[in-house]
C-alpha cells in the first residue's frame, strides 16, 4: 500500500458549486476570508441599552461629533458613542420613525409628527410657507408661482396695488387667521390693517402706492395635509447634481404613490412637499425605493420601475425638475416594505426566487434582475416568505458583504470573495457601518460587532469528496494548518459513506497562546479503513476562536477496488 496525502487550501464556504474550494454541507457562524480561509465569524457585544425595544436607527455626524440616534418607548434618543452620553426628546409617543440627515439637521418622519434635529435643537419641522401667487391685483387675479404645502395651513400672497383700492382679495375665503402683513418690505402693525376672514379679504388703513409685489400678506387656512404627509412610512433622499429632494412612500392610505420635496423660493428643502409633488406608479403598493447610479429604481412585490432627474421648462417660462417613471421589469420586485439595500452600487432586493441584484438599464428586460442566492435559498425562502419576521437586507461595504437578516439567521454574502455563508444571529431590525464599526440593532439593545465576543460555538462540515482514485483507502491523519491566537481550540470529527451515516469520534485540540500570530500544524490520528471519501466537520467551542489556514488527509491507497 501507497501512503500518499491530499491537501486543501480554500475553502468555498455554502457555494457546492465554487470553482477550486472545499465547500460545506453545512456551516455555521464560519466565514471564508479573502484568502480563502476558514474563520470563526465575529460576534456582537451590547453597546447601547435602550429603555425600550428600539423602532429605528441613524447613526452619522450631528453638530460636529458622532451621535446614534433611535426612536424608543415613543422617544427619540441621542447617545454621543464616544463618551457614552444620551439624551432624550418627546416624539409625542411615535411608535415609527423615518430618520434622514437633509444638509445639516436630522430629520425624523413619525406617526406623530415631523421632526427635525441639528444636535441640541429638537422641534417640530412646521414647514415652509409657500408663496402661491404673485403679480396680483386687488380683486384677487394674479399669477400662481407656488403650491400649497402638505406642511403647512400657512400661505403667502404677493399684491401689486393699483394706488386706488385699500381693499385685498385673498386666494381663499373662510381663512383662520392674517398672520402677517408687510409693505415695501416692512411688517405692518396691526392697525395699519383690518382682515374679514370670512371673506377672505385684508384692508389696508390708508390705500397704498401703487408698485409691483409691494404688498404680501401671510394667512392660515386652519388645516393642511400634515396628518396625510405622516402616513408616509419610508423616506430617502434622490436628485440631481444641483439638489436633493426627498422622497416619500409606503403610505397605507395612499400604497401607489410617492411624493417629493421641492425647491422652496429656490432653495434646497426638506420642509416642503407640495401637493402636486406626486406620482401614481402602477396599480399595486410601493415596497421599496433605493437608488442606483443617477437612477432611483421603485419597486413593488412583483414588478420595477426607474425614475430619473429631468429638467423640464414649464410655460412660464420656469425651469423645474421632474422625476418620470418608466418600467424595468414585469414579474420581479421586491416582496417586504423597506427591505432593500444597495450592494456594491446595485440595487439587491428580495425577490420569490431570492436575492437579486439589478443591473443597470433603460430598458424594460427580465435580465435586469439576476437571483444571487441559490446557494442558500433553502434557507433564506423561508425567512422571505414568512413577511412577519420583517427580513431585510444590509450592505457593509468596509466587508464587502451583504446581510440577509431573517427571524432566525443570516445568511452573509461577500461579494468580493463570491462566497456565502451563515450566521446563527437573527431577529436583528438594522445591520450598519458607522465610525469605523459594524453595528447592530435587536430588541432594546444596539450591539457591535467585535473580535473579542466568541460566546457562541461554529461549525463548518465539508461535501464528501473522494480521495483521488475509486480505489479504497485506509485514512490515517486529519492535519490541520491554523493561525494560533490567544484562545485557539476546536475539534474535528469524519464521516464516510454508509447505511446511517458513518463517523468517528469527535477529537479536540488547543494552540497554546504563545505561539500566537503563527502558522501552526496540528496532527490529528483517525484510523479510517476502506473508504473510498471522506467528510470532514471542524468546530470551534464557546469562547474560543479559531481560523484554518487550510487541512490535509494522509490514507494508503489500498489499490483498484473490485467491489470485494
Not at 381 to 398: D, H, N
Not at 468 to 493: P, R
Not at 510 to 530: C, K, M, R, T, W
Request: hydrophobic residues 35%; proline residues 4%.
Amino acid at each position: 500500500m501507497a501512503k500518499r496525502s491530499v491537501y486543501y487550501r480554500s475553502f468555498g464556504g455554502l457555494d457546492r458549486y465554487a470553482k477550486d474550494a472545499i465547500c460545506a454541507e453545512s456551516a455555521v457562524d464560519f466565514v471564508v476570508d479573502a484568502g480563502g480561509s476558514l474563520c470563526k465569524s465575529k460576534g456582537f457585544e451590547n453597546f447601547i441599552r435602550s429603555p425600550a425595544a428600539i423602532k429605528a436607527c441613524w447613526a452619522g455626524t450631528l453638530c460636529g461629533r458622532n451621535a446614534i440616534v433611535f426612536l424608543a418607548g415613543g422617544n427619540i434618543y441621542d447617545c454621543d458613542p464616544d463618551n457614552m452620553t444620551m439624551t432624550s426628546e418627546d416624539a409625542s409617543g411615535a411608535s415609527r420613525a423615518a430618520f434622514f440627515k437633509y444638509e445639516d439637521k436630522l430629520y425624523a418622519l413619525c406617526d406623530t409628527g415631523y421632526f427635525r434635529y441639528d444636535g441640541s435643537t429638537f422641534e417640530s419641522a412646521t414647514g415652509y410657507i409657500p408663496l402661491i401667487s404673485v403679480s396680483t391685483a386687488p380683486d384677487g387675479e394674479g399669477t400662481a408661482y407656488e403650491a400649497v404645502n402638505m406642511l403647512s395651513s400657512a400661505r403667502r400672497q404677493q399684491f401689486s396695488p393699483n394706488g386706488t383700492d385699500a381693499c385685498f382679495h385673498l386666494a381663499e375665503k373662510d381663512i383662520s387667521a392674517v398672520i402677517k402683513v408687510t409693505l415695501g418690505g416692512e411688517e405692518c402693525a396691526a392697525s395699519d390693517y383690518s382682515c374679514d376672514t370670512a371673506n377672505g379679504t385684508v384692508t389696508m388703513t390708508n390705500i397704498p402706492d401703487a408698485g409691483v409685489n409691494t404688498l404680501e400678506i401671510t394667512y392660515d387656512t386652519g388645516s393642511s395635509g400634515r396628518s396625510d404627509f405622516c402616513k408616509f412610512k419610508n423616506a430617502m433622499l434622490f436628485g440631481s447634481n444641483a439638489d436633493e429632494r426627498v422622497f416619500l412612500w409606503n403610505n397605507p392610505d395612499r400604497p401607489c404613490i410617492r411624493i417629493h420635496s421641492e425647491l422652496a423660493d429656490g432653495v434646497p428643502s426638506a420642509e416642503y412637499f407640495p401637493v402636486t409633488n406626486y406620482t401614481s406608479v402602477g396599480s399595486a403598493p410601493i415596497t421599496d425605493m433605493v437608488q442606483e447610479y443617477d437612477r432611483q429604481l421603485i419597486f413593488t412585490a412583483d414588478s420595477a420601475y426607474y425614475s430619473y432627474c429631468e429638467m423640464k421648462t414649464m410655460t412660464s417660462g420656469k425651469t423645474v425638475a421632474s422625476f418620470p417613471v418608466y418600467p424595468l421589469h414585469p414579474r420581479k420586485g421586491n416582496l417586504i416594505y423597506g427591505s432593500s439595500c444597495v450592494m456594491n452600487g446595485l440595487a439587491a432586493t428580495l425577490c420569490r426566487d431570492g436575492v437579486n441584484i439589478w443591473r443597470p438599464s433603460t430598458v424594460e428586460n427580465e435580465k435586469n434582475a439576476v437571483c444571487i442566492s441559490g446557494a442558500v435559498n433553502d434557507m433564506i425562502l423561508p425567512e422571505t416568505y414568512a413577511y412577519a419576521t420583517g427580513a431585510k437586507l444590509f450592505e457593509l461595504p468596509s466587508l464587502s458583504e451583504l446581510y440577509f437578516v431573517g427571524a432566525t439567521m443570516t445568511a452573509v454574502f461577500n461579494y468580493a470573495t463570491q462566497k456565502w455563508y451563515r450566521l446563527s444571529a437573527g431577529g436583528m431590525t438594522n445591520v450598519f457601518e458607522a465610525f469605523g464599526s459594524v453595528f447592530a440593532v435587536k430588541g432594546e439593545y444596539i450591539k457591535r460587532m467585535t473580535s473579542s465576543e466568541r460566546s457562541g460555538s461554529a461549525s463548518y462540515k465539508t461535501h464528501y469528496s473522494e480521495l483521488g482514485s475509486c480505489a479504497l483507502k485506509d485514512v490515517h491523519f486529519i492535519n490541520l494548518t491554523v493561525e494560533a491566537g490567544y484562545v485557539t481550540a476546536g475539534s474535528v470529527k469524519v464521516y464516510w459513506p454508509g447505511e446511517s451515516g458513518v463517523f468517528s469520534s469527535e477529537q479536540y485540540f488547543e494552540v497554546d497562546q504563545a505561539l500566537h500570530g503563527n502558522a501552526v500544524s496540528v496532527a490529528l490520528p483517525f484510523y479510517i479503513p476502506n473508504v473510498s471519501g471522506i467528510s470532514v466537520e471542524f468546530k470551534c467551542p464557546p469562547g474560543k476562536e479559531l481560523k484554518i489556514l487550510g487541512y490535509g488527509i494522509t490514507f494508503d491507497d489500498k489499490g483498484v477496488n473490485n467491489g470485494l
